[in-house]
C-alpha cells in the first residue's frame, strides 16, 4: 500500500513518522506535543499553554490537507498528570464548536522530551 502523508511545515515531527496519512476519506494525525515550531524546542508553560501549542501544531496539520477543525471526529488526549484535566478541557473547549468531536483523554506516566500532554486526532473529508 502507498501511503499518502500529509506534512506541514508548522509543525515538528519527534521521530520516524508522518504529520498525518490519509486513508479513504479519513485523516489520522499522528500525536502532536507542545513544540514550539519557531524554536524546534517544547514549550514551558502550564498545561493550558502547552495544550494551546498541541492543537496549533494540529491545526497546521489539518491546514496542510485542507481540511479545518470542523472536519475533526475523534481527539485522544494524553496528559502526564489527570489533575491538568480541568486546564486542558477548558483549551479544548474553545478550539471546537458544539457538537463537539468523540474524546478520549488518558494519563500516562510520561511522554516525549517531558511533554505534560501530547494530543492526536481524525479528521474526515466531507463529502
Not at 486513508?23 to 524554536?39: E, K, R, V, Y
Request: aromatic content about 8%.
Amino acid at each position: 500500500m502507498s501511503r499518502r502523508v500529509v506534512t506541514a511545515s508548522n509543525a515538528a515531527a519527534v521521530g520516524p513518522y508522518s504529520h498525518a496519512t490519509w486513508a479513504g476519506d479519513l485523516l489520522f494525525c499522528s500525536g502532536q506535543t507542545p513544540i514550539d515550531p519557531n524554536t524546534g524546542k517544547l514549550l514551558d508553560g502550564t498545561v493550558a499553554d502547552q495544550t494551546r501549542q498541541c492543537f496549533d501544531n494540529l491545526f497546521q496539520v489539518l491546514e496542510a490537507a485542507g481540511l479545518g477543525p470542523d472536519d475533526v471526529v475523534s481527539v485522544n488526549v494524553y496528559l502526564t498528570e489527570m489533575n491538568d484535566f480541568a486546564q486542558m478541557n477548558e483549551i479544548y473547549s474553545t478550539r471546537f464548536l458544539s457538537p463537539y468531536p468523540a474524546r478520549t483523554t488518558i494519563g500516562c506516566a510520561s511522554l516525549p522530551l517531558g511533554a505534560r500532554i501530547e494530543i492526536g486526532l481524525t479528521a474526515k473529508r466531507q463529502s
